[in-house]
């Protein structure tokens, strides 16, 4: 069975960083494009990072690039998103998406920007 | 950015009957390989987006054939034959071609 887990959310003040991880399991991990979507009431679906399979080509959404980075471990199966310089509207949850056309998602990670 | 527009954005249906929802987008969603990336979400309540249908017209595996997608260009359609309690949920549209990738603001689906 294709799993994603997504861990690493929790309440951080602005300004913090955090580290999202994605443990995947079920498929072979180095054969797909990686992506990170986030959701919120008020904007709904973003989607916000892809990364190539071998990690030699990344997408950013403009609002995050600067800030965030995605990168990969192909050997441990797992996709991160490292978040810099948080703000309160990147307040959401984090779901974890295999591919650039979204055909499996994990069940997603809060992440909460408030001091 | 591609904006991707949705109508309705609720939906009341009676089981049984069916049920329709558009997506437009801003510009032509044809990639230069010739085809079009364009996917349909299902979010039921409590649960994260669950695909649908892959360029335009694809069932994922699992999906029940009730479900069909079809359109071309900016104009594209999801159909519910006949709707079933457990289609209760959010459905979103969303292009797979043009970067950044967007979703459509999503039309609440509920029985009447």
């Keep these: 069975e294709v799993q994603l887990v997504e861990s690493g959310g929790g309440l951080v003040q602005p300004g913090g960083s955090l580290r999202l991880s994605c443990a995947t399991s079920g498929f072979t991990f180095s054969s797909y494009w990686m992506s990170w979507v986030r959701q919120t009431p008020a904007k709904g679906l973003e989607w916000l990072a892809n990364i190539k399979q071998d990690g030699s080509q990344e997408d950013y959404l403009d609002s995050v690039k600067g800030r965030f980075t995605i990168s990969r471990d192909n050997a441990e199966y797992s996709l991160y998103l490292q978040m810099n310089n948080l703000r309160a509207e990147d307040t959401a949850l984090y779901y974890c998406v295999r591919d650039i056309v979204g055909d499996i998602w994990g069940q997603g990670t809060m992440v909460t920007v408030s001091s | ?112």
């Design chain 2, 1 to 112: 950015d591609v904006v991707m527009t949705q109508s309705p954005l609720s939906l009341p249906v009676t089981l049984g009957q069916p049920a329709s929802i558009s997506c437009r987008s801003s510009q032509s969603l044809v990639h230069s390989d010739g085809t079009t990336y364009l996917n349909w979400f299902q979010q039921r309540p409590g649960q994260s987006p669950r695909r649908l249908i892959y360029k335009v017209s694809n069932r994922d595996s699992g999906v029940p054939d009730r479900f069909s997608g079809s359109g071309s260009g900016t104009d594209f359609t999801l159909k519910i034959s006949r709707v079933e309690a457990e289609d209760v949920g959010v459905y979103y549209c969303m292009q797979g071609t043009h970067w950044p990738l967007t979703f459509g603001g999503g039309t609440k689906v509920e029985i009447k």
